[in-house]
Nanobody, 125 residues
């Protein structure tokens, strides 16, 4: 049984920074790709960023490019999302996910097998 747990969300003002953490446990998840997605009220879940098994390849959505950075922790089963210059439109529940068998980062949520419960990020103007 794989568990994915996010943390680090909160309420901040526009222009501030937050760092989200995601820890996966229950198997050797360090060998698989992980990603961050978000869902705002009334909107579909959308891709934010993803990272491959080694941490050497990352993908970013255009809406966060240059502001958000995804990285892996030393333990490899931990992924971080550093969010800078936050905007009100970044307000959403942020979800971390991991793929079950693939090493490759992808922006397609359907390819991710294990998901966390999400952490709320609220950016006020």
């Amino acid at each position: 049984q794989v568990q994915v747990v996010e943390s680090g969300g909160g309420l901040v003002q526009a222009g501030a920074s937050l760092r989200l953490s995601c820890a996966a446990s229950g198997r050797t998840v360090s060998s698989y790709a992980m990603g961050w997605f978000r869902q705002a009220p009334g909107k579909e879940r959308e891709f934010v960023a993803a990272i491959n098994w080694s941490g050497g390849i990352t993908l970013d959505a255009d809406s966060v490019k240059g502001r958000f950075t995804i990285s892996r922790g030393n333990a490899k089963n931990t992924v971080y999302l550093q969010m800078n210059s936050l905007k009100p439109e970044d307000t959403a529940v942020y979800y971390c996910a991991t793929r079950r068998t693939s090493l490759v980062a992808d922006n397609n949520a359907r390819l991710y097998d294990y998901w966390g419960q999400g952490t709320q990020v609220t950016v006020s103007s």
